[in-house]
């Protein structure tokens, strides 16, 4: 998707460290016909277009991904309109002069530059419409950092000059609004951002967006509330079983690495991913017995992976009409499988 640009506000952030002294300089805001006269149009040439087709999700895989959605908060039955950063935004996309955009895109470098870990550079605002299919406005904050130890090619004497606050788009980070779930379906609630630092400061200045929780933290919610509920159902209140229990659970919780608690029976845990799995249904969970580490969708469990115990020892049955292998060759590749039967009795006999 290509975009036209309506208008776009130029800002230098300076950091002085010495000082602790934080500085920003309006350049200048271009117009539709000044920016495409501009070296800037060659500069963000299909920008816009990377930012848009970037894939983000509400509850990311992990807590450090790049790209996530925020969603705008609003307190009780409050319209969206009451949170200060959506009217902001919804100020600098409406925007139908050069002059107040300007005066929107000053209030977003304002605000970026009192956040705590803010580096030196270029900050874009651009208001832009997609060439074609559709009219719906967006709007795009961008920044890009100065780069250290940027060199060009000089003469035979000096060979190198050394080029001072120089920028470019590589790790350019990013905010869109509104967030475009495809092509024509748009939502003004929500902004993306894309940043690949692990410093956030470029979510920070957004302080009335929340962000959802890491896809394995809202399942390890939902797991902990399944046994929990359990619990109460299982237990009297005042019962040291129950209190036992809890302690447990809250061991588990807080603990980074678990291991078999061993309290509910089959059906209740296939019962369990199956209620997690119709929420998400990509959800994957990773099992380690001994030294094998076991990676499988969660709803597999149950119908092709079971776990069971054999002579006090944990295993894993795993059933699958084709056995593929990496790219690492080894002679497991060549082997004839005997029935389970036969794996049960010899692994029996390795026991006796």
């Known amino acids: 998707m290509e975009f036209s640009i309506s208008?776009?506000?130029?800002?230098?952030?300076?950091?002085?460290?010495?000082?602790d002294q934080r500085?920003?300089?309006?350049?200048?805001?271009?117009?539709?016909?000044?920016?495409d006269n501009s070296a800037l149009s060659q500069f963000l040439e299909g920008e816009l277009k990377r930012v848009v087709k970037r894939k983000a999700q509400s509850h990311p895989n992990h807590a450090q991904a790049p790209t996530k959605l925020g969603e705008f908060v609003t307190e009780g039955s409050h319209p969206l309109e009451s949170n200060p950063n959506y009217a902001l935004f919804q100020r600098?996309?409406?925007?139908?002069?050069?002059?107040?955009?300007?005066?929107?895109?000053e209030a977003?470098?304002?605000?970026?530059?009192?956040?705590?870990?803010?580096?030196?550079?270029?900050?874009?605002?651009?208001?832009?419409?997609?060439?074609?299919?559709?009219?719906?406005?967006?709007?795009?904050?961008?920044?890009?950092?100065?780069?250290?130890?940027?060199?060009?090619?000089s003469d035979a004497n000096t060979l190198v000059k050394k080029v001072e606050r120089a920028i470019t788009t590589k790790n350019m980070k990013s905010i869109q609004y509104p967030y475009m779930i495809e092509e024509g379906m748009l939502e003004y609630n929500k902004v993306k951002i894309h940043q690949s630092s692990h410093a956030r400061y470029f979510e920070d200045f957004l302080p009335f967006v929340t962000y959802g929780d890491p896809m394995p933290e809202v399942i390890k919610s939902q797991?902990?509330?399944?046994?929990?509920?359990?619990?109460?159902?299982?237990?009297?209140?005042?019962?040291?079983?129950?209190?036992?229990?809890?302690?447990?659970?809250?061991?588990?919780?807080?603990?980074?690495?678990?291991?078999?608690?061993e309290q509910l029976n089959h059906h209740q845990v296939v019962e369990a991913t199956a209620a997690i799995?119709?929420?998400?249904?990509?959800?994957?969970?990773?099992?380690?017995?001994?030294?094998?580490?076991?990676?499988?969708?969660?709803?597999?469990?149950?119908?092709?992976?079971?776990?069971?115990?054999?002579?006090?020892?944990?295993?894993?049955v795993v059933d699958a009409e084709q056995v593929t292998f990496d790219k690492n060759a080894s002679p497991i590749e060549f082997l004839k499988p005997d029935h389970l039967e036969a794996v049960i009795q010899r692994m029996q006999a390795g026991d006796e």
């Open 223 to 261: 797991v902990q509330t399944m046994v929990q509920d359990h619990v109460n159902e299982t237990f009297s209140s005042e019962s040291s079983e129950r209190q036992e229990m809890e302690e447990r659970l809250e061991s588990w919780s807080a603990s980074e690495t678990r291991e078999l608690q």
């Open 7 to 19: 208008y776009l506000s130029f800002y230098v952030i300076e950091i002085d460290q010495q000082k």
């Open 277 to 316: 799995t119709a929420h998400i249904p990509d959800s994957k969970t990773t099992i380690k017995l001994g030294e094998v580490v076991v990676k499988f969708p969660l709803d597999a469990y149950g119908d092709n992976v079971h776990l069971a115990k054999f002579n006090d020892r944990y295993v894993l």
């Open 92 to 105: 600098a996309l409406h925007a139908q002069t050069s002059a107040d955009f300007k005066k929107e895109s």
């Open 108 to 153: 977003f470098v304002e605000t970026y530059v009192q956040t705590s870990a803010v580096r030196g550079g270029v900050f874009l605002v651009c208001q832009a419409k997609p060439k074609k299919y559709f009219d719906d406005l967006f709007l795009f904050l961008l920044k890009c950092d100065f780069q250290d130890d940027v060199a060009v090619l």
């Open 23 to 35: 500085t920003y300089s309006h350049y200048q805001t271009l117009d539709e016909a000044t920016f």
